[in-house]
């Protein structure tokens, strides 16, 4: 049964393995099969599957397997420095730049097969040249780990972060609410939840984010803001000022962990309107809302 003959998933399979392992199979049927012909297996369909190359013996096979591997990686590198040059900077420090961490990033990165991921980790060497220490050892294992599917999802998350206060690190902010007293029972304004997962970002793939390691899974409080405190809000670059109009408001978050935050320098924001103005909306009744350029809200 020549390939041509196959079933296109199953010839599609082949090339897959060929392409990705260096393993070379055919699939013929047992009326073809040759006396010298040793089958690997015999299929449900009674034909055989057998090696194009069996002249080769499994060490030499194996080898062919390592020099494409081998290549691959050598491939992903060249494309990763390639990118880079994109955002090197004149105030790279190359003579600052730790020689164990080059070579450790090397290791790691050369396994990074997609697009996706080779733009990240050209991104990582870029800003580590110009701000020397930016990135772990943590941070690269952790990146080296990553899927494509949780890169994206990590660049979602990414897109509904702000900054609080004087705390420079990122939070996912998920509500807010006024400290519980005996009175306050009878008020309905006294808690305001944002549903992340009208913005794309489910609970379980808040889950997975935290077994990652990029987010904490606990949500999280804020210590009390007392009544009339001003606090800074910023998002995305655009910047208001809360004043609080009641005692010990207090803010419920998803706090990204120290390589969440390092990582999340590489990604380019996308402004979410809708979640913004959610954002503001849903926490008016606890806290009066100025853009430092716009009237209030």
Known sequence: MSNSTLHPSRAKYLSLLKQTTSI??????????????KPVREVASGDKVILKTPELSAYQRA?????LVVSRQQNNLEKIFSLALEYINQDAQFDRLDLDWMMKFTELAKHSYS??????????????????????YKSLKVLSEL????????YKAINLTSRVGDDKSAKILTGVYKKPTFMSIFYSNNRKSINLNKF???????ISL???????????ESAPYLHGEKINLSYLGKSYSLKVKQKEVIFTYYKLTQTGNELCK?????????????????FNGLLDISSNTESVI
Not at 29 to 34: G, I, N, Q, R, V
Not at 63 to 67: C, H, K, N, Y
Not at 115 to 122: C, G, K, P, R, V
Not at 147 to 154: G, I, N, P, V, Y
């Open 266 to 282: 590489l990604i380019t924001t996308e402004f979410n309107k809708g979640y913004l103005n959610s954002l503001l909306s849903d």
């Open 147 to 154: 899927s494509t599917k949780e890169a994206l999802l990590f």
């Open 63 to 67: 080898q062919r397997r390592s020099q």
């Open 115 to 136: 697009q996706t991921m080779h733009e990240l980790w050209a991104k990582i060497i870029a800003v580590e040249l110009s701000q020397i220490g930016t990135f772990s």
């Open 210 to 220: 935290a077994e990652i390691g990029l987010i904490y899974e606990q949500e999280i």
């Open 24 to 37: 070379d199979f055919d699939i013929v049927a047992a009326e073809d099969l040759t006396p010298s012909a």
């Open 200 to 206: 794309g970002l489910s609970y379980p793939q808040i």
